[in-house]
């Protein structure tokens, strides 16, 4: 690494200091993290990091399914992403002037909408919960209604607009007054007009595979809802920001279904090439011509580091890789792989309920057995706390297997798959040949996993 002008030295100061990285979170950043890390056994150190692997210092290597919820779909530091922030730093561009246009990120949004081809504009800003934020808005101000529908259980972020969205109580709590949204059930058609025979529904917002649980919209859904929300003149949103790039085996999870088009559809995560936040909303040109209407709303909507080149240059990086290297197909063939591997065991594990998904996005879930030991475990655990078998399994897959996993959200039993996009047969082999030593290892009767598991009846007790 090259030492800096100015005396600044970042190797040097993580030699020196890396070390205090569990300290430091404690002290100044959000102390239930190491807490809770600390709990789990999660609290390594890892040194390094390329593709989908991990390694610490004593050169173990930790296969990694979870791809930093989703941001890493190209694994980590890819060598064309990598190249394309060096390049775009060394051009030394004059960023951000907020009084010129630049090149990339038109380049960025044509590439975008050459995937939609139904959508015309894009607003890049930051993240996903911005994008999500930009359609709220967009679809209020273009429709001239104020409320928004969305689904039970769904996950769009954790800022004030989206949080009004967000399906989950346990983010909502505590932080209203909230905006005047309201739930409806995924794939409740009739619930849905009725809604919208109140006159004053902007949109419905709604992720094809919803993130939390790993619950695809039901066949027919979207298509219905779609038609329902235009009869009614409201907007369909897609929130892509998971989904989105390729992770379900399709450019977009809504294209799943033939004669879908959301629009408005958000993206975000794997855009970034795990390097530059990046959030994207693209839309109808009549919508953003609605909300732009003229000159002196320039910038009635913007975001102060939106279209910055590092963030336009990694997004390009991204789509040329997905193309490239045929990304998508991958993502499509080793999901189904991984997939249909693990429901073939459904049938030899009483404690594997179901496994579901598309692409590389897989939920494993977890129930209730039938045989009489591993119920009366199964029971002391869900009387602690729900969720806390699927977190029993987390543990060891890390422990005595090196594989990275985690529940796909609080009091659910269910582990959520969403490795790198890159991945193969030899990570599938890896991964069903650690689940099925852990699922033995369950349905043995004793074993590490079910200490574990008192351990964490423990913890749940005591933090009540």
Not at 139 to 166: D, K, Q
Not at 389 to 418: M, W
Request: net charge negative; charged share 20%; proline share 4%.
């Amino acid at each position: 690494m090259t030492r800096a002008p100015g005396g600044f030295d970042l190797a040097e100061l993580l030699a020196r200091r890396g070390g205090e990285r569990y300290a430091l979170h404690s002290r100044h950043l959000n102390h239930q993290l190491p807490r809770m890390l600390h709990t789990l056994g999660f609290d390594k150190v890892y040194e390094r990091a390329e593709g989908a692997y991990f390694w610490d210092a004593d050169g173990n290597d930790y296969l990694d399914m979870l791809a930093g919820f989703g941001v890493m779909g190209l694994g980590r530091h890819h060598p064309v992403v990598r190249r394309a922030l060096h390049d775009v730093l060394d051009a030394q561009l004059a960023d951000l002037t907020r009084f010129d246009c630049q090149p990339l990120p038109g380049l960025l949004a044509e590439k975008l909408l050459g995937h939609t081809p139904h959508l015309e504009r894009v607003f890049f800003g930051n993240s996903g919960t911005e994008a999500v934020e930009t359609a709220l808005k967009f679809a209020r101000y273009a429709t001239g209604r104020p409320r928004i529908l969305y689904c039970t259980h769904a996950f769009h972020g954790l800022t004030a607009g989206s949080l009004s969205v967000n399906g989950e109580s346990g983010f909502r709590e505590g932080f209203a007054p909230l905006l005047p949204d309201t739930a409806i059930e995924l794939g409740d058609l009739d619930a849905l007009e009725r809604e919208l025979a109140r006159g004053d529904v902007a949109g419905l917002v709604v992720e094809p595979i919803q993130g939390k649980g790993v619950h695809p919209a039901p066949p027919g859904f979207l298509q219905g809802a779609q038609e329902l929300l235009h009869r009614h003149g409201a907007l369909l949103i897609a929130d892509e920001v998971q989904t989105g790039l390729g992770r379900t085996g399709d450019f977009y999870a809504f294209q799943y279904e033939a004669g879908i088009e959301p629009d408005l559809v958000c993206v975000a995560k794997a855009l970034s090439g795990g390097y530059v936040p990046v959030g994207a909303t693209l839309g109808r040109d009549w919508i953003f011509k609605k909300v732009y209407s003229s000159m002196d709303r320039v910038l009635v909507h913007s975001a102060s580091f939106g279209s910055n080149a590092q963030a336009m240059a990694a997004g390009l990086a991204v789509l040329a890789v997905l193309e490239d290297e045929q990304v998508v197909a991958n993502a499509r063939v080793t999901g189904e792989l991984l997939r249909s591997r693990l429901a073939a065991l459904v049938d030899r594990y009483e404690l594997l309920h179901e496994v579901r998904g598309r692409g590389l996005m897989i939920g494993i879930e977890f129930g209730r057995p039938d045989s009489l030991g591993l119920r009366s475990r199964w029971t002391m655990l869900q009387a602690a706390r729900k969720g806390l078998f699927a977190q029993t399994v987390v543990h060891p897959l890390l422990h005595r297997h090196r594989i990275l996993t985690q529940v796909s959200g609080d009091r659910l039993e269910v582990i959520k798959l969403i490795p790198p996009l890159i991945i193969g047969e030899a990570e599938v082999d890896r991964f069903v040949s650690a689940f099925t030593a852990v699922m033995d290892d369950a349905h043995s009767g004793g074993g590490l996993l079910w200490d574990f598991g008192r351990t964490l009846v423990r913890q749940a007790v005591s933090g009540r």
